[in-house]
């Protein structure tokens, strides 16, 4: 049995749902794709489809085969592509998805730079807070903020993303200033509804106490809620309360002391912005160049909206 075709032939199948299909893309017979899943599951001593008469599904052992050897192959595809890309230029269209804030303002003012360095490339780019499916939706890379969960993707870590809780100092002097996260219950909070739990902020206890590090949620309360982070800053500015956001939102408003922090030890710094990109296709020259541009303008031990704070 050839191992290699064998792998190949399997993984179209579960793709595609379809023998027939999978057959068609490898330009081969059903028969032979038929034989090539027989044997796969004769040698594993496991089914890896349902069939029926209508439908072709993975069976758990075969989903769990398929992620396996779905890496494999895309890791030799990457193997034969960069031999035979090392030495061509990036070019073609590349399509970019990142979130509002951020696309806004940091990642709009560097995509000039990279369009100076690679003249033979065309940007597409999209921001949305909306979480997006890169291969439905047709994506190069990404830029993300958050946790990978997505086992289909491949991540590079560009840089620590921290948080503050700030409010404007006329809204502190009105109001006064939380000693802990609980009271917080007493003032007025602008939440983010891309948040999956909107009205509950998510603190943890400080060192140096019995419950170092462990979770501390609090109900907030409101009179105004928006899905962008732009929006709660501005909120936020005119004394309409606390907001929970990135520095690269309101560093410059803590450097002018226009907002102030409050509530630092009691915060999570555990957000990172990410580069993603599917492994279902191998690091063309166009995605390596620009994620290492990526790299490049916003990676190191501080960013730079940080770097002066």
Not at 52 to 77: C, F, Q, V, W
Not at 154 to 163: N, P, Q, T
Not at 253 to 262: E, I, P
């Amino acid at each position: 049995m050839d191992r290699l075709a064998t792998l190949d032939t399997f993984a179209k199948v579960a793709e595609t749902q379809s023998f027939s299909e999978a057959a068609r893309r490898l330009r081969s017979s059903k028969s032979a794709v038929s034989r090539h899943v027989a044997a796969l599951e004769a040698e594993l001593g496991a089914r890896l489809f349902h069939r029926t008469t209508r439908s072709l599904t993975l069976t758990e052992a075969g989903r769990g085969y398929y992620e396996r050897a779905s890496r494999i192959l895309a890791d030799l595809a990457d193997a034969d592509a960069s031999v035979s890309q090392l030495q061509a230029a990036p070019r073609g269209r590349l399509r970019v998805n990142a979130p509002m804030s951020f696309g806004f303002l940091h990642l709009a003012p560097a995509l000039g730079d990279f369009l100076a360095l690679y003249p033979e490339i065309e940007l597409d780019v999209t921001l949305t807070d909306r979480f997006v499916d890169l291969i439905d939706e047709g994506v190069d890379v990404a830029v993300r903020i958050g946790s990978l969960t997505d086992s289909s993707l491949v991540a590079r870590r560009l840089a620590v993303i921290r948080r503050v809780l700030c409010a404007s100092p006329d809204y502190l002097k009105a109001r006064g200033v939380p000693a802990t996260p609980d009271a917080l219950k007493a003032h007025d909070c602008l939440s983010n509804t891309n948040i999956t739990v909107t009205r509950e902020w998510r603190f943890i206890h400080p060192d140096g106490t019995p419950s170092a590090g462990a979770a501390w949620p609090v109900e907030v309360k409101g009179r105004m809620s928006a899905n962008n982070g732009d929006m709660l800053r501005v909120a936020a500015l005119r004394g309409h309360g606390f907001v929970h956001l990135p520095t690269f939102i309101v560093g410059e408003d803590l450097r002018a002391g226009t907002l102030v922090s409050v509530l630092d030890p009691y915060i999570a710094q555990d957000l990172t912005l990410n580069a993603v990109y599917p492994t279902a296709r191998h690091l063309s020259p166009k995605v390596r160049a620009f994620v290492d541009f990526l790299a490049g303008r916003f990676g190191g031990p501080k960013p730079y909206w940080d770097a002066s704070a």
